[in-house]
């Protein structure tokens, strides 16, 4: 991973991030208000030697000074200096207890010795502070003192007494929210660079592209009402997700220039992809832009399509592949275009021998000859090998991938089951993208749009199970396929739609 890795990472757990840092923040606060204040008392002594004062004595004099100090500097952690301060206080500790509270240290090249007592009270750091200095004048005098008798050759002075402190000197509140948070802050970024880096689930094009090199045909922006509304009618024309389906009509377009693949494929790595209402919503979008589609639901294992139409499901596909009705019959139409819908028909024991068929190559065929182009919704890649199979009978195959469900090695195993087959993938379609941030693909149109976003399309198909029920369509009227052969006339031809070739293109091209 490059710096560009590391900061993008950092940008999508910005969130870890910043409730880390929060919690840093709140721990340093609460460990500041959970400890007692503690003052901080101070006092300063002056080591000198005692003599008549002429220059080589006092040079003589100050080194011997500087070479005693710190051995004065220990001294003050003895007993022997501590238990008189005790005894004059008459304070309920011992002198090791004493000797945490009590810190002696000496300048460099000095002959001064600074002691700092730490206690709870003020006035009580002051008062041991100041009794500790005492001790050790008194101590240090009578180590110094000559045994033979006289006075001792040096003598200590207390130069700063003791005052009661007025602020605490511990805890330091804003330093222990600056340690807090600036915890919190490597905290959040180490987590974010680990979930980062064992995170393979794939959220954008920059994700993408670490598992293959396909071309990006579109992004389809999340839309948090496409469970309740999943067709493309259902939403406004200027809203991100529409819009996101128009930008996939014509890239697919583009990419199908050279391959001039009349049926395309449809399918994902695992359920739950959103396949199905891309298929149907990208069928829409090519019937708006006023080609002939044919939306065929050849997921024989969790057909949707007819669920989200609305339309019959139980003679379809299937129905066709077995002979027991006419191709022509089994056409439904939808909407206002010309899009027709053959929905999956009975599910079968066998989807994978009958997707494989001749008689499944010669409908796509007949499909191909008959209608402009058709998209043929697909079982996911990985689960079952139906959508492999069925990939060698179409002219291109386009891959869903979820977005934040779909890992990238499950997207190259996908993709390997289909290059086994020589099937031509034409690219992949990322879903469920998000609108704003690094990952997005989408743009708002916003700006431009209308005071009634919504187009007539939408508003007549919004509520399309009620206000528009297939009462022309024979097989609507049936519940089962025996239902619906019993239904058939003797004579041959279609009998379910009039022959229109403008809006049943299959009576005159299929003569052909």
């Known amino acids: 991973m490059d710096l560009n890795d590391y900061l993008r990472v950092l940008r999508r757990h910005w969130i870890t991030v910043v409730a880390l840092a929060l919690v840093g923040l709140l721990v340093g606060g609460v460990y500041s208000l959970l400890n007692k204040p503690t003052y901080t008392a101070e006092t300063q002594l002056f080591v000198a030697i005692q003599g008549s004062g002429s220059v080589t004595e006092l040079q003589q004099g100050n080194t011997f000074s500087q070479a005693r100090v710190q051995s004065y500097v220990r001294t003050v952690g003895t007993p022997a200096v501590l238990q008189p301060a005790i005894d004059s206080l008459a304070l309920a500790v011992t002198a090791e207890q004493l000797s945490k509270q009590v810190k002696a240290t000496a300048d460099l090249n000095t002959v001064l010795v600074n002691i700092t007592v730490s206690d709870t009270s003020p006035v009580q750091a002051a008062a041991i502070a100041q009794a500790v200095a005492n001790s050790l004048v008194q101590t240090v005098d009578n180590l110094e003192k000559p045994k033979v008798g006289g006075t001792s050759p040096v003598r200590l002075s ?6 009661a402190p007025l602020e605490p000197s511990a805890p330091n509140i804003k330093l222990n929210l600056i340690l807090g948070l600036t915890s919190g802050i490597v905290l959040g970024a180490g987590t974010a660079i680990v979930r980062g880096t064992l995170d393979h689930r794939i959220r954008g094009e920059q994700d993408l592209r670490r598992a293959t090199d396909l071309p990006l045909l579109g992004g389809i922006a999340f839309d948090s009402d496409a469970s309740k509304k999943p067709l493309l009618t259902q939403t406004p024309g200027q809203s991100p997700r529409a819009e996101s389906f128009r930008q996939l009509r014509t890239n697919l377009q583009f990419a199908n220039v050279a391959s001039k693949a009349k049926s395309v494929l449809v399918t994902s790595s695992l359920p739950g992809e959103g396949k199905s209402t891309t298929a149907t919503n990208m069928a829409i979008a090519l019937a708006q832009a006023g080609n002939v589609v044919c939306l065929v639901d050849a997921d024989l294992r969790r057909p949707m399509v007819g669920e989200y139409l609305r339309l019959e499901r139980n003679a379809g596909l299937t129905t066709a592949l077995v002979g027991s009705a006419d191709l022509e019959d089994l056409l439904q139409p939808w909407g206002e275009d010309n899009l027709f819908v053959l929905t999956s ?10 997707l494989g068929s001749n008689e499944m190559k010669h409908l796509v065929t007949r499909l191909e000859d008959s209608f402009d182009i058709v998209v043929i919704d697909a079982p996911p890649l990985l689960p079952v090998t139906d959508a492999a199979v069925l990939s060698q009978h179409v002219g291109g195959v386009v891959v869903v991938v979820g977005s ?25 379609i990322l879903n469920r993208l998000p609108v704003k941030g690094q990952d997005a693909y989408a743009y708002s149109y916003h700006a431009y749009s209308s005071q009634d976003p919504v187009s007539d399309t939408s508003q007549q198909f919004s509520e399309f199970g009620e206000r528009r029920p297939n009462q022309g369509s024979r097989v609507a009227e049936t519940s089962s396929v025996s239902q619906f052969l019993d239904a058939l006339p003797e004579s041959s031809g279609p009998k379910t739609f009039p022959q229109d070739t403008e809006r049943f293109p299959m009576g005159e091209r299929s003569k052909r």
């Open 345 to 354: 028909g009975q599910i079968p024991p066998n989807p994978s021998e009958l």
């Open 404 to 428: 934040q469900k779909t890992k990238q090695n499950e997207l190259v195993k996908a993709l390997s089951a289909l290059d086994l087959v020589k099937a031509h993938v034409m690219g992949i």
């Open 158 to 163: 207390i130069v700063t007494p003791a005052v």
